[in-house]
């Protein structure tokens, strides 16, 4: 059992935001009210970047009823930042939780938020401050070395996995319209956003038809050949991208041809599915059209997974646990346990592990073509999105004298 | 009592998905087959216009599962379609009638099915042919005359609302990072979709803190005094726009300066939020992003509205009901009960007073700005979404020795 360190918590939020970081927020803070080591309870506002800027809050103080409505409130509650620490920044850091005396500090983020985390539990033992620095996972990215996954991902799935499925059928029902429509999703450099897209599908119908992930870069001709297949054999087509896609020269999709300037304005920049849109429109002659759900795909509650939001709770739960018994310089990490239901156990791992390293989507959850996901992929996210993606009927029935492909020419269309 | 009719049915959808045309669909059959007069009941695949190319379904003998299903599956179910009718095709569609002895015929769509139905009524009369033609509202534009609203619109208003609200705690988290969203929504000529993105406001804080409307062109110099005045005053701000926004000189702000040729592609069409938000950095020097849900707003079931799944039920079964008692030419309305409670019945409108008619936002919906909503519109409009929209707490407690805004500059930013 190590040394019991008696003094007050700091917490802080970094990156970007999901619809469950807050959840791992009153994990902390409703934990630490659980043990006499820890005082008071300090929030960083927008992150380190605020925190260095003498921006606290006394969330041990708050409204407990304010506390427990975190667990169903979206983005970040403290604000965040993405803010690179300066060299002088560590020690500030640590002279800060002196002046304070914080014992505990908590940051809840990714790969960049553990680097900062690692370096500052560093500043502290060259200081020679007893400090307890633990790393709390969150990314939408799903990026993080060691632990099974991320919280905020299980709730990004589910949302990009129901509306692909329901965009889905919005385009197969209006195919003489707009047969073409590109889902343009979130991920940094991997894919693992861009796959849960998929995790909805059952049929050769059902959206989506094609899915490309930044760990391959996009050939265009290629990406025009398989959207014309799928066009051909169905009749429609649902493509789903990362709005970080780069081509086989390495061009980001999205800068391509920027900085045009127009009418009023001096840039042009474009993004990825906007420019695949018009190509589609212009090399295969098919009225395309692209949703771009952005930050709604990471914030929208009535989307959340319920597994991501306990997980959510239970790491920031746990960072407080670990602290307390004498843990240092760690991030928490999810274990899922072996056998055929679903469970989730924590860990930890070194920050130093953690910081800046990603985890790209491994070669065998993608398929063959480079343009879809396996079996292997879906045994491994479903579970992360709580209760079964929803299922949707087809109608079955034509009619004896009906049931040909109706011949609809372009210049029918209204 | 008018004279029973005897003979089969005919149902289809046409236009834009919603969240909850298969309710109506649902509606329809199940209904039907209450009544003996009603025969079988077919299923126009993709609309008028497949119909008229010979594809037709038999709903009356489908799975009852499937039918019953069908009230929670989006987008349209029977496929549906944008095609104004040719000269020949009233009577055409009237023959197609005949040949299968349809005498109830039954279209759910907008304006322009409004007038694709009235169409085939006058076609049937001079044919001297009793068919009974109901028209079924739907569309998510809400901007159809007479009835009180449209089935489709609660759904996708509460997709927006809660999206706006989320997205906007996203931003307000990150406001160091990318301060300005710009929400690019759904409403051809009418402001109702981008007015219901405000109905999870409730503070200044919470997004949106900009609205503008189609019935209102924009003032590019004014819209950027106006975000310029909403990030100086709180930080941060969220604005929404319709995609089909024009400027004052009445050209569409999507495609200014469209079709510059870039590496790869012919044609350069951007959107009005990508282009607006191209400007707000180059004008302005902030940083932003934009969303734009796209189809997902008016596809999502996860948001769906239960009033909504409601009313698109019972306005697809009242369509029998009202046929059957010998009504033509007409289509189904919601009227809004007097009294405190909110409650609507159906009644009928002719089809002529609803073909290719638009209800604008009325002007005492929009405040004095034209730049957000009145409480008019909020009373109008929240029923129509169910139940209450979340509400999110904000920490309250700042710590004695800070409290001030971090100077964070631009230059800090990772």
Chains 1, 2 share one sequence.
């Not at 274990?335 to 790209?360: F, H, M, S, W």
């Not at 992929?377 to 109608?395: E, H, N, S």
Request: net charge negative; aromatic share 6%; proline share 6%.
């Amino acid at each position: 059992m190590a040394e019991l360190l008696t003094g007050n918590a700091l917490v802080g939020q970094s990156g970007g935001c999901t619809a469950v970081i807050n959840c791992s927020l009153a994990g902390v803070v409703q934990e630490a009210a659980r043990h006499a080591a820890i005082g008071r309870v300090f929030g960083m506002a927008y992150g380190i970047q605020g925190a260095l800027a003498g921006r606290l809050l006394d969330l041990g103080g708050e409204d407990p009823t304010i506390i427990q409505a975190l667990c169903g409130t979206p983005a970040a509650a403290l604000g965040t930042c993405r803010y690179r620490l300066q060299p002088d920044d560590p020690a500030r850091a640590v002279a800060l939780c002196q002046r304070h005396d914080v014992r505990y500090f908590f940051y809840i983020g990714g790969n960049d938020s553990a680097d900062t985390s690692h370096r500052i539990a560093l500043a502290a033992e060259a200081a020679g401050y007893p400090l307890r620095v633990i790393g709390i996972p969150k990314t939408i990215d799903n990026d993080l070395p060691i632990t099974d996954h991320c919280p905020g991902y299980g709730s990004i799935a589910r949302f990009v996995a129901e509306a692909t499925l329901d965009a889905g059928r919005d385009t197969e029902a209006n195919r003489y319209v707009d047969p073409i429509k590109i889902m343009e999703v979130m991920g940094r450099n991997a894919g693992w956003v861009a796959a849960a897209c998929a995790l909805g599908k059952r049929s050769d119908e059902d959206a989506p038809h094609l899915v490309y992930f930044p760990e391959r870069p996009l050939s265009v001709p290629r990406f025009l050949d398989d959207v014309k297949a799928a066009y051909d054999r169905l009749g429609f087509a649902v493509i789903v991208i990362t709005e970080t896609m780069r081509d086989e020269r390495g061009q980001p999709l999205a800068e391509e041809g920027a900085t045009v300037a127009d009418a009023f304005g001096h840039s042009r920049l474009v993004g990825a599915a906007n420019r695949l849109v018009n190509l589609i429109q212009d090399r295969l002659g098919l009225r395309a059209r692209y949703d771009k759900p952005g930050t709604i795909q990471r914030s929208l509650m009535a989307a959340a997974s319920p597994v991501d939001l306990e997980e959510a709770y239970l790491v920031g739960q746990m960072a407080v646990r670990y602290a307390v018994a004498g843990e240092h310089d760690q991030m928490v990490t999810l274990v899922r346990e072996p056998g055929p239901a679903y469970r989730c156990r924590t860990d930890l791992a070194p920050l130093a592990a953690i910081a800046n390293q990603e985890k790209k989507l491994p070669a065998d959850f993608i398929n063959d073509a480079g343009n879809g996901v396996t079996d292997a992929f879906r045994a491994y996210a479903l579970p992360l999105l709580g209760p079964p993606l929803p299922t949707y009927p087809r109608l079955t029935r034509a009619v004896e004298d009906g049931g040909h492909e109706p011949q609809i020419s372009a210049d029918e269309r209204r």
